[in-house]
Protein backbone atom coordinates (compact mmCIF):
# COMPACT_ATOMS: atom_id res chain seq x y z
CA UNK A 1 0.00 0.00 0.00
CA UNK A 2 1.65 3.33 -1.43
CA UNK A 3 -0.95 5.65 0.86
CA UNK A 4 -2.38 6.73 -2.53
CA UNK A 5 -6.26 7.32 -1.89
CA UNK A 6 -8.67 9.11 -4.86
CA UNK A 7 -11.86 10.98 -4.55
CA UNK A 8 -14.29 10.39 -5.35
CA UNK A 9 -14.38 6.87 -6.23
CA UNK A 10 -17.79 7.60 -8.46
CA UNK A 11 -19.29 10.28 -10.24
CA UNK A 12 -21.96 10.98 -12.43
CA UNK A 13 -21.82 14.38 -14.21
CA UNK A 14 -23.45 15.63 -17.17
CA UNK A 15 -21.50 16.71 -20.38
CA UNK A 16 -20.45 20.91 -20.03
CA UNK A 17 -20.11 20.68 -16.50
CA UNK A 18 -16.47 20.94 -15.11
CA UNK A 19 -15.14 17.68 -12.90
CA UNK A 20 -12.23 17.71 -10.73
CA UNK A 21 -10.20 14.55 -9.74
CA UNK A 22 -7.98 14.21 -6.80
CA UNK A 23 -5.13 12.45 -5.55
CA UNK A 24 -3.51 12.20 -2.34
CA UNK A 25 -0.64 10.18 -1.29
CA UNK A 26 1.20 10.15 2.11
CA UNK A 27 4.52 8.98 1.32
CA UNK A 28 6.36 12.29 -0.14
CA UNK A 29 6.57 10.62 -3.67
CA UNK A 30 8.16 13.46 -5.89
CA UNK A 31 6.13 12.01 -9.47
CA UNK A 32 2.64 11.34 -9.60
CA UNK A 33 0.93 10.13 -12.47
CA UNK A 34 -3.15 10.65 -13.99
CA UNK A 35 -4.07 7.69 -16.30
CA UNK A 36 -7.51 6.25 -17.77
CA UNK A 37 -7.93 3.04 -18.70
CA UNK A 38 -10.54 1.88 -21.25
CA UNK A 39 -10.91 -1.50 -22.79
CA UNK A 40 -9.23 -2.15 -25.90
CA UNK A 41 -6.41 0.80 -24.92
CA UNK A 42 -5.11 -0.46 -21.55
CA UNK A 43 -3.53 2.63 -19.71
CA UNK A 44 -2.98 5.96 -20.91
CA UNK A 45 -1.16 8.77 -19.37
CA UNK A 46 -2.94 11.78 -19.54
CA UNK A 47 -0.82 13.78 -17.79
CA UNK A 48 2.29 13.49 -14.66
CA UNK A 49 4.27 15.76 -12.10
CA UNK A 50 7.91 15.47 -11.49
CA UNK A 51 6.98 18.09 -8.46
CA UNK A 52 5.27 21.14 -7.04
CA UNK A 53 4.02 22.97 -9.85
CA UNK A 54 6.25 20.87 -12.06
CA UNK A 55 3.37 18.77 -14.43
CA UNK A 56 4.05 17.62 -18.42
CA UNK A 57 1.64 16.23 -20.97
CA UNK A 58 1.25 12.60 -21.65
CA UNK A 59 -0.17 11.02 -24.91
CA UNK A 60 -4.37 11.94 -24.01
CA UNK A 61 -3.87 15.11 -22.55
CA UNK A 62 -6.50 17.27 -24.87
CA UNK A 63 -9.43 17.97 -22.88
CA UNK A 64 -7.66 17.98 -19.17
CA UNK A 65 -5.60 20.06 -16.83
CA UNK A 66 -3.52 19.39 -14.09
CA UNK A 67 -2.42 20.99 -10.72
CA UNK A 68 0.14 20.30 -7.68
CA UNK A 69 0.18 23.29 -5.52
CA UNK A 70 1.47 20.94 -2.95
CA UNK A 71 3.57 17.45 -2.95
CA UNK A 72 0.94 15.27 -1.45
CA UNK A 73 -1.81 16.26 -3.89
CA UNK A 74 -2.32 15.95 -7.94
CA UNK A 75 -5.56 17.01 -9.37
CA UNK A 76 -7.17 16.47 -12.22
CA UNK A 77 -9.62 18.58 -14.10
CA UNK A 78 -11.92 18.43 -16.93
CA UNK A 79 -12.95 21.85 -18.02
CA UNK A 80 -15.58 20.78 -19.91
CA UNK A 81 -17.24 16.97 -19.89
CA UNK A 82 -17.70 15.01 -22.84
CA UNK A 83 -19.04 11.61 -23.12
CA UNK A 84 -15.79 10.56 -24.22
CA UNK A 85 -14.30 11.40 -21.25
CA UNK A 86 -16.78 8.55 -19.50
CA UNK A 87 -13.76 6.23 -17.91
CA UNK A 88 -11.93 5.03 -15.11
CA UNK A 89 -9.24 7.16 -13.58
CA UNK A 90 -6.40 5.90 -12.09
CA UNK A 91 -3.52 8.05 -10.15
CA UNK A 92 -0.06 6.55 -9.50
CA UNK A 93 3.45 7.28 -7.79
CA UNK A 94 6.64 6.76 -8.70
CA UNK A 95 9.47 4.45 -6.88
CA UNK A 96 13.09 4.17 -7.59
CA UNK A 97 13.03 1.61 -10.51
CA UNK A 98 10.41 2.88 -12.25
CA UNK A 99 7.59 1.30 -10.10
CA UNK A 100 4.42 2.95 -9.80
CA UNK A 101 2.24 2.02 -7.12
CA UNK A 102 -1.73 2.88 -8.57
CA UNK A 103 -4.74 4.57 -6.48
CA UNK A 104 -7.82 2.70 -6.19
CA UNK A 105 -9.29 4.54 -9.56
CA UNK A 106 -12.42 6.77 -9.86
CA UNK A 107 -14.79 5.67 -12.28
CA UNK A 108 -16.40 8.74 -14.14
CA UNK A 109 -19.72 8.59 -16.44
CA UNK A 110 -20.48 11.54 -18.13
CA UNK A 111 -23.91 11.54 -19.57
CA UNK B 1 10.48 4.99 -27.51
CA UNK B 2 8.99 2.34 -25.65
CA UNK B 3 5.95 0.12 -26.84
CA UNK B 4 4.58 -2.87 -25.79
CA UNK B 5 1.92 -5.39 -27.49
CA UNK B 6 0.31 -8.58 -25.41
CA UNK B 7 -0.58 -11.23 -27.73
CA UNK B 8 -4.25 -12.06 -26.82
CA UNK B 9 -6.49 -10.04 -25.51
CA UNK B 10 -7.68 -12.93 -24.04
CA UNK B 11 -6.76 -16.06 -22.46
CA UNK B 12 -8.46 -19.37 -21.08
CA UNK B 13 -6.86 -22.16 -19.60
CA UNK B 14 -8.43 -24.77 -17.11
CA UNK B 15 -7.48 -25.25 -13.52
CA UNK B 16 -4.00 -27.04 -12.91
CA UNK B 17 -2.94 -26.29 -16.77
CA UNK B 18 0.03 -23.91 -17.29
CA UNK B 19 -0.62 -19.93 -17.61
CA UNK B 20 1.48 -18.42 -20.30
CA UNK B 21 0.63 -14.72 -21.04
CA UNK B 22 2.39 -13.26 -23.26
CA UNK B 23 4.64 -9.56 -23.75
CA UNK B 24 6.70 -8.33 -26.62
CA UNK B 25 8.38 -5.06 -25.93
CA UNK B 26 10.42 -2.60 -28.44
CA UNK B 27 13.01 -0.02 -27.01
CA UNK B 28 15.33 2.50 -28.12
CA UNK B 29 17.10 2.08 -24.47
CA UNK B 30 17.88 -0.97 -22.04
CA UNK B 31 14.28 -1.61 -20.63
CA UNK B 32 12.80 -2.42 -17.59
CA UNK B 33 9.92 -4.54 -17.52
CA UNK B 34 7.11 -4.78 -15.31
CA UNK B 35 3.41 -6.93 -14.80
CA UNK B 36 0.75 -6.03 -13.22
CA UNK B 37 -2.54 -7.37 -12.35
CA UNK B 38 -5.62 -6.17 -12.18
CA UNK B 39 -8.99 -7.34 -10.84
CA UNK B 40 -12.44 -6.87 -10.68
CA UNK B 41 -12.97 -3.18 -9.54
CA UNK B 42 -9.57 -2.65 -8.64
CA UNK B 43 -6.40 -0.56 -9.26
CA UNK B 44 -3.26 -1.85 -10.94
CA UNK B 45 -1.28 -4.17 -8.39
CA UNK B 46 2.35 -5.03 -9.34
CA UNK B 47 3.22 -8.78 -9.81
CA UNK B 48 7.21 -8.60 -10.90
CA UNK B 49 9.48 -6.10 -12.22
CA UNK B 50 12.83 -6.69 -14.66
CA UNK B 51 15.26 -4.37 -13.75
CA UNK B 52 18.50 -5.96 -15.59
CA UNK B 53 19.58 -8.04 -12.91
CA UNK B 54 18.51 -11.75 -13.48
CA UNK B 55 16.85 -12.82 -16.63
CA UNK B 56 14.23 -15.32 -14.70
CA UNK B 57 11.75 -13.06 -12.47
CA UNK B 58 9.74 -14.15 -9.64
CA UNK B 59 6.85 -12.72 -8.82
CA UNK B 60 3.92 -12.81 -5.67
CA UNK B 61 1.22 -15.55 -6.44
CA UNK B 62 2.91 -18.04 -7.79
CA UNK B 63 4.26 -16.16 -10.87
CA UNK B 64 7.06 -15.98 -13.25
CA UNK B 65 8.58 -13.93 -16.33
CA UNK B 66 11.91 -14.53 -18.34
CA UNK B 67 13.54 -11.81 -20.16
CA UNK B 68 14.87 -12.51 -23.45
CA UNK B 69 16.97 -9.85 -25.38
CA UNK B 70 16.98 -11.44 -28.35
CA UNK B 71 13.34 -11.83 -28.76
CA UNK B 72 12.56 -8.48 -27.17
CA UNK B 73 9.88 -10.60 -24.95
CA UNK B 74 8.74 -10.74 -21.28
CA UNK B 75 6.02 -13.57 -20.96
CA UNK B 76 4.55 -14.28 -17.88
CA UNK B 77 3.98 -17.88 -16.59
CA UNK B 78 2.43 -20.22 -14.24
CA UNK B 79 2.73 -23.51 -13.62
CA UNK B 80 -1.19 -24.34 -12.56
CA UNK B 81 -3.47 -21.78 -12.62
CA UNK B 82 -5.99 -21.58 -9.63
CA UNK B 83 -9.51 -20.08 -9.90
CA UNK B 84 -8.29 -16.59 -7.84
CA UNK B 85 -5.81 -15.95 -10.81
CA UNK B 86 -8.95 -14.54 -12.74
CA UNK B 87 -8.08 -10.93 -13.70
CA UNK B 88 -6.36 -8.57 -16.55
CA UNK B 89 -3.41 -8.23 -16.36
CA UNK B 90 -0.82 -6.01 -18.22
CA UNK B 91 2.28 -5.68 -19.36
CA UNK B 92 4.33 -2.11 -19.08
CA UNK B 93 7.99 -1.21 -20.20
CA UNK B 94 10.27 1.91 -19.03
CA UNK B 95 13.99 2.87 -20.13
CA UNK B 96 16.15 1.53 -17.22
CA UNK B 97 17.79 4.74 -16.04
CA UNK B 98 15.75 6.54 -13.24
CA UNK B 99 16.71 10.19 -14.93
CA UNK B 100 14.70 10.54 -18.03
CA UNK B 101 12.55 7.49 -17.98
CA UNK B 102 9.63 8.95 -15.94
CA UNK B 103 7.07 7.02 -17.85
CA UNK B 104 5.57 3.90 -18.26
CA UNK B 105 4.32 2.63 -21.75
CA UNK B 106 1.59 -0.15 -20.61
CA UNK B 107 0.32 -2.43 -23.35
CA UNK B 108 -3.21 -3.32 -24.08
CA UNK B 109 -3.97 -5.99 -21.36
CA UNK B 110 -4.67 -9.89 -21.30
CA UNK B 111 -7.86 -11.04 -19.64
CA UNK B 112 -7.37 -14.20 -17.90
CA UNK B 113 -10.43 -16.70 -17.93
CA UNK B 114 -9.90 -19.96 -15.71
CA UNK B 115 -12.23 -22.84 -16.48
CA UNK B 116 -13.09 -25.01 -13.58
Known amino acids: DAGITQSPRHKVTETGTPVTLRCHQTENHRYMYWYRQDPGHGLRLIHY???????DKGEVSDGYSVSRSKTEDFLLTLESATSSQTSVYFC??????????FGPGTRLTVL | AQSVTQLGSHVSVSEGALVLLRCNYSSSVPPYLFWYVQYPNQGLQLLLKYTSAATLVKGINGFEAEFKKSETSFHLTKPSAHMSDAAEYFC??????????????FGTGTRLTIIP
Open chain 2, 92 to 105: AVSGALDFGNEKLT
Open chain 1, 49 to 55: SYGVKDT
Open chain 1, 92 to 101: AIRERGNEQF
